[in-house]
């Protein structure tokens, strides 16, 4: 069983930045690939970004390239998310995953374990 536990989110102006951080309980992190989405009212869940095991293999939606990275520290459990130049369009709440396949996953369904999600909202 594992746990992901996401905070960082918050109240920021257009062109802020915040960095999300999500932590990962129990052992093997550096096992799995590990993934952002997000979900703002009335909308599907939209995937963010992916890293792989080793932080080698990184993929972006294609809203936030250029502005949001990935990261992660295995030594910590923990998976980052730096997001610059922030829109009122990336307000939503945002979901750590960990991607069950050896490739690293764009989809929801590639994803078991997720966080309760930390809500990021941009004012204009």
């Known amino acids: 069983q594992v746990a992901l536990a996401e905070s960082g989110g918050g109240l920021v102006q257009a062109g802020d930045s915040l960095r999300l951080s999500c932590v990962a309980s129990?052992?093997?992190?550096?096992?799995?690939?590990m993934g952002w989405f997000r979900q703002a009212p009335g909308k599907e869940r939209e995937f963010v970004t992916s890293i792989s095991r080793l932080g080698r293999t990184i993929y972006y939606g294609d809203s936030v390239k250029g502005r949001f990275t990935i990261s992660r520290d295995n030594a910590k459990n923990t998976v980052y998310l730096q997001m610059n130049s922030l829109k009122p369009e990336d307000t939503a709440v945002y979901y750590c995953a960990r991607n069950i396949n050896l490739r690293v996953g764009t989809a929801t369904s590639e994803y078991d374990f997720w966080g309760q999600g930390t809500q990021v909202t941009v004012s204009s």
């Open positions: 129990g052992r093997s992190f550096s096992s799995y690939n």
